[in-house]
């Protein structure tokens, strides 16, 4: 069970890292939008 256990959450890291590179880059695509809005006002 504990080994089970290990590479569920070993995949479950995996997936929150790759979820995570994609957030960063829709958050620098947030702060671009979000710095020309400031600019252009």
């Given at each position: 069970?504990g080994?089970?256990?290990?590479?569920?959450?070993?995949?479950?890291?995996?997936?929150?890292?790759?979820?995570?590179?994609?957030?960063?880059?829709?958050?620098?695509?947030?702060?671009?939008?979000l710095i020309?809005?400031?600019?252009?006002r």
């Amino acid at each position: 069970m504990g080994n089970l256990n290990d590479t569920k959450t070993h995949d479950n890291l995996k997936a929150a890292f790759a979820g995570n590179l994609r957030q960063t880059d829709d958050i620098f695509i947030f702060l671009k939008l979000l710095i020309l809005r400031v600019i252009l006002r």
